[in-house]
């Protein structure tokens, strides 16, 4: 692995950092500073944030060119990240449609369904949610019980989905549906693109302990998608949700580890100013946790760089180690504020960022497949051990 940064990517870098100071002002500018964390505020702004960076050519960036994207090397990629946290520019409201469908509908889907569904998350006017999980579909994804049928030309879609991200500032949902009514498991599952503005959808917001509620359950009762919104065959569904969700193991990490070091950035002010820098016990912390982000970011690059980053232990190990970094970071937040942890921002529950960070950190180590199902998969793919007891 070989990442050096260029003559070339530092001029890249400069370009990138002077668009994203001129963009971030005037109706933008009050998106500055608000991170990944910061979920459901400013969806307005952030949506038009969006079409913002697409007339720059910035959506997209690691997409090839033949799809619309702008074909950046993986180390422009990186110094766009850092460049894009470095400039305090916001969480992308558009994350799914850009890191997850996209790719997946390049590897997976048809011509047609190419040249319907790329250009406008290129251009930021389509926004995407992920609906796998549901009630008894979780770490199990292959239980989904989500029923779809095909009647005159149209997907007929029933059940429910849950924890759906976004779901009520999305145009489109990526669903896994049950086509086979008499299947089990893995088989007879389909992956269906279903619009979200239709009568057969309910969306429902789940309030976090963060006080937000950026996910939601999504009823779908006789929701309806067309027959050709199907990737892959009928059937196939497993096939391309294992695709998606490599995707999701891959590198959409770099741009969050960047925001991981303005969090770092900013428990070390507190440290500073409140006097734990000078106590060894948050010192040696502090050191630590800066030593934990330069792993991450050099496995994330060895990872990216090589052809095959999902399957190789190095890559299997880079969701349980950001995550449960990113939780530790988060108690640590807490323990530098020391007293003050305990105050919120606002009433009646406004908590500040970092209280943000430690309260939706507890989530890192869910989403994208829990710590528990990454060290099975650990055990089994990367050490050959025995596989855990599966239902029959
Ligand atoms: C913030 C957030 C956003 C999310 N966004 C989305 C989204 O946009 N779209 C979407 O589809 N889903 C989303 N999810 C859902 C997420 O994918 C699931 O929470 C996750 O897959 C775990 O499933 P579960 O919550 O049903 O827990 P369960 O699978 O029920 O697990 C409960 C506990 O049992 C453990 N466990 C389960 N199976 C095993 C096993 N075989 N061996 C050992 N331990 C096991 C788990 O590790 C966990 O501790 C989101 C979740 C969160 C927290």
Not at 21 to 46: K, N, P, Y
Not at 223 to 232: K, L, Y
Request: proline share 5%; with cysteine; hydrophobic share 40%.
């Amino acid at each position: 692995m070989h990442i050096r940064f260029s003559e070339e990517d530092e001029a890249f870098r400069k370009e990138v950092a002077a668009w994203l100071d001129d963009a971030l002002t005037g109706e933008f500018a009050v998106l500055r500073g608000s991170g990944a964390q910061d979920q459901t505020a400013h969806v307005e702004e952030r949506r038009a944030w969006e079409r913002k960076l697409a007339s720059g050519g910035w959506t997209c960036v690691g997409w090839p060119r033949e799809h619309g994207g702008r074909g950046l090397s993986l180390s422009e990629e990186v110094v766009f990240h850092e460049e894009y946290a470095r400039a305090g520019a916001p969480g992308r409201l558009n994350h799914m449609g850009e890191t997850l469908l996209g790719p997946t509908l390049i590897a997976f889907g048809t011509e047609a369904q190419r040249k319907r569904f790329l250009p406008p998350i290129v251009a930021g006017d389509e926004i995407w949610c992920q609906g796998f999980s549901e009630p008894n579909a979780g770490s199990d994804v292959a239980n989904v019980q989500t029923r779809a049928r095909l009647e005159g030309g149209q997907w007929i879609i029933d059940g429910q989905k849950v924890w759906t991200s976004w779901a009520a500032f999305s145009d489109w949902c990526f669903v896994l549906c049950r086509t086979d009514p008499d299947s089990k498991l893995h088989k007879g599952l389909t992956y269906l693109l279903v619009p979200m503005d239709q009568p057969g959808v309910e969306v429902r917001p789940i309030q976090q302990i963060t006080g937000d509620a950026e996910f939601f359950e999504v009823f779908y009762n006789e929701a309806r998608t067309d027959e050709d919104h199907r990737i892959a065959q009928p059937g196939d569904g497993w096939k391309v949700t294992m695709g998606t969700l490599a995707f999701e193991r891959g590198v959409s990490t770099l741009g969050q580890q960047m925001l991981f070091r303005n969090e770092l950035q900013a428990i070390i002010e507190v440290a500073r100013s409140n006097g734990k820098a000078s106590d060894p016990i948050y010192r040696q912390r502090i050191a630590e946790a800066w030593t934990g982000l330069e792993i991450q970011r050099y496995n994330a690059l060895r990872t990216l760089s090589s052809k095959d980053a999902t399957i190789e232990p190095a890559g299997m190990i880079t969701k349980i180690y950001w995550s449960t970094w990113h939780r530790k970071l988060g108690e640590l937040a807490m323990d530098v504020l020391g007293d003050e942890s305990e105050l919120l921002e606002a009433g009646p529950y406004q908590p500040t960022a970092l209280q943000t960070l430690f309260l939706f950190a507890r989530s890192d180590t869910l989403y994208g497949g829990t710590n528990q199902v990454q060290r099975n998969q650990i055990a089994e793919r990367a050490l050959g051990l025995p596989r855990e007891p599966r239902p029959a």
